[in-house]
């Protein structure tokens, strides 16, 4: 992981943890050598002064990762440094059309693009993104008393709620109105439960899964069983447990971060340190590895699509990349407009046609509907459902049933440290929302506005 600072509005790496080589060729490395080493470059041409150098490396990043919001607008920022005021207002317009926000007064080097009309555009579209859109209501509220809750699940034919928590390592359970949550499971009952990153029922089987690991923010942390994960099977009705699946280490870290559950009773899951996929087939006797490609970075949400016989891992990074379930050899890219950005999604569902992704690694926070072609392997349509809700703090996972999508509003991640202890005093409530994902309208850049910019844009040239 990297450190940062924040220098005249830029995030700059202080370290970062993945060298490359430095008798290599940049070509040469991995993608994720080749990541580090160009953010090393970019952080020392800042820390320099060498704007050229900056943006180029900054370039590369930008290859590397196109869905990172800080590196678009670090190229604004160099661009208008260097005076190629046209690459400045290509990526501000890049940015604009992908419905990010950003507050360029913030930034004074722009001040040489300002005396252009197309400025004053693009920065009143792009302040307007920022504002609340979309509706919202309360669905439940998980107190502060209730450290880091990260898993969430919704049993609808018993009306219950479920939650995981990292601090705790526990499963919580709401049962129908009540405001109330009581332990479904804990250490004292299941010995294999450390911290909940995931939740998924099998209601076919009355089966809760748990995706479960040791982390340093989990209470009872052992450095020693850092990287242990396990996939673990309870009753749905009494929380007993039935059986647990470790995910083999081979001398590597794990962490499942996502499971999905198929219909057959197949369970999916994401490792949050490595690039993999994993699993675990009825009356297997483990987890077996599906899928893992070096060309991703940071896997997150995960959708199974079983009409369409795909699987979508959302990647942090990268995107989404869609596997075929009858043929792990079979992996694409999402294709997907170029309108739309696929930056920090961490939650991700499937429903009919749709895809529905929760973004929150990007501004404004928000949720996505995306229509899937015939195919699967592509996007025609995209639909902002809600966006910057006065809410949101970090939205993250949640669970989607008919049209209606349930998720955490906000997390407790940026008021704890690294060992899970609150930094600023008690924790804060966290939020459960719903949302109907049936009728957002569908919102793409309009041709008539695009062309006005375009040629805006022109004659500033």
Sequence with gaps: MSEWKKVGGLLVALCWSVS???QLMPERLSPQEQYAYYFNQAAEAYDAGDDADWVAATEKLHALRPFNQDFMTHLVQGYARLGAKSQAFDMMLKMQQQGLAEDWSAFPELAPLREHSL??????????????????????????????????????ENNQLFIGTVREGKVYVRSGEQEAWTVFADRARVPDLRAVFALGIDQQRN?????SGMTSQYQDFNRDEFGQASLIKLDLRTGE???????????????????????????????????????????????????????????RGLALHEDKQKLYVADYETGIIVLDTSDRDQAWSLAIPETLNLGGV????????????????????????????????????????VAALPEFEGPTYGTLHSDMLYFFANNHWQYVDSGGEPTQGPLPDVHV????????????????????????????N
Excluded: K
């Design 433 to 460: 929302l719903s949302t109907d994902i049936a009728d957002p309208e569908v919102q793409v850049v309009g041709e008539e506005i695009l062309r006005q910019l375009q040629q805006q844009q022109q004659q500033n």
């Design 346 to 385: 961490e939650g991700m569902y499937a429903s009919g046609p749709y895809l529905v992704v929760i973004q929150s690694g990007i501004s404004p926070s928000r949720v996505l509907r995306l229509e899937l072609g015939e195919d699967g392997l592509g996007v025609r349509a995209v639909a902002p459902v």
């Design 207 to 211: 089966v809760l899964w748990v995706a």
């Design 241 to 299: 447990h039935l059986s647990t699946y470790p995910v083999a280490s081979a001398d590597q870290e794990h962490l499942l971060g996502a499971l999905t559950v198929a219909s057959d009773g197949t369970v999916y899951a994401t490792d949050s340190l490595l690039p993999l996929v994993y699993r675990l087939r009825p009356g297997a006797e483990g987890v077996e590895l599906f899928f893992g490609s070096p060309m991703l970075s940071s896997l």
């Design 20 to 22: 490359a080589p430095a």
């Design 119 to 156: 400025y004053g555009h693009l920065a009143d579209l792009m302040a307007e993104a920022g504002e609340p859109f979309g509706e919202a209501e309360a669905f439940a509220v998980v107190p502060g008393s209730i450290p880091m809750p990260e898993a969430l699940a919704l049993d609808v």
